[in-house]
């Protein structure tokens, strides 16, 4: 039986993408999930498919900006539960812009939800992980946290971020706490729609053309939860064959 089976997962951005497709995966293999984004349809119409798959889901609508949302969402973990094995700290977005259109708000938000996000989910589970002498911290990175590319200055100094603190987790946590860092390239989702300037908007969806689907993001996730305890995957890169980025 997978090690998957029965583990408590908390999923933040699962009402798409990689998050939703992660989400699939891991109640296929037994998990029990619990699922944050803010749109309550998405994440009520994916508890349903879940349940009537025969696994097991329960979601709170959540904005990783606001810390007592993602607290929330762990203590619905714990009282629905009784403990949280995973985080998959997934939630973000990329509106992607030359920084001579100063669109400060967007960057505002990058930093907001990609990277004050992802720290709010870590204090949120990391209490109860070290109460379990156990747990696990996966943050979507990208490979925009590895390389930096134009109209990308900002989206990659969050994956950048994200990859720093994944780091942290894995030197701090010892022999408690596993850490992961994903770092997918262009994969299928609605990241793409969150950029707000067309020229780039263009360029970056004739990238897209070759992206791979977001069961290849899951397949990852899953593959370092399914480990044994003793051995913590660190860091997954993943692209499309073709990208040369
Ligand atoms: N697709 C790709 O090519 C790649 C994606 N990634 C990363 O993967 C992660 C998932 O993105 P992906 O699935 O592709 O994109 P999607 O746009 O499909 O999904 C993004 C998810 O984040 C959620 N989200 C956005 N803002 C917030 C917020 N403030 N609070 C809570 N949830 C929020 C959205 O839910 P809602 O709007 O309902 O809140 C949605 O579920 C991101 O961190 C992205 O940077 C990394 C590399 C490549
Ligand atoms: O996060 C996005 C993936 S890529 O466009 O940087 O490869």
């Given at each position: ?17 990689l998050g939703e497709a992660t ?48 607290e929330s969402l762990a203590q ?114 609605e990241l793409t729609t969150t ?51």
């Amino acid at each position: 039986m997978s090690e998957i089976n029965g583990k408590v997962v908390i999923i933040t951005g699962a009402s798409s993408g990689l998050g939703e497709a992660t989400a699939h995966r891991l109640a296929k293999a037994g998990a029990k999930l619990v699922l944050g984004a803010r749109r309550e349809e998405r994440l009520q119409a994916l508890r349903d498919d879940i349940v009537a798959q025969g696994g097991e889901a329960i979601y709170r609508v959540t904005d990783v900006t606001d810390r007592e949302q993602v607290e929330s969402l762990a203590q619905a973990a714990k009282e629905a539960y009784g403990r949280i094995d995973v985080l998959v700290n997934n939630a973000g977005l990329m509106p992607l812009s030359p920084l001579d259109q100063l669109k400060v708000d967007e960057w505002d938000q990058m930093i907001d939800v990609n990277i004050k996000g992802v720290l709010y989910g870590v204090a949120a589970v990391l209490p109860t992980m070290r109460e379990q002498h156990a747990g696990h911290i996966i943050n979507l990175s990208s490979v925009a946290g590895h390389v930096v590319f134009p109209s990308a200055a900002v989206y990659c100094a969050t994956k950048y971020a994200v990859k720093a603190i994944s780091e942290g987790i894995r030197q701090e946590g010892g022999e408690e706490i596993r850490s992961t860092n994903i770092s997918p390239g262009a994969v299928a989702t609605e990241l793409t729609t969150t950029i707000s300037d067309p020229e780039t908007a263009k360029g970056v969806n004739e990238l897209y053309e070759m992206a791979i689907d977001a069961d290849a993001v899951a397949r990852a996730i899953a593959f370092a939860i399914e480990q044994p305890a003793d051995v913590d995957i660190n860091e997954l890169i993943l692209r499309p064959t073709k990208q040369p980025l």
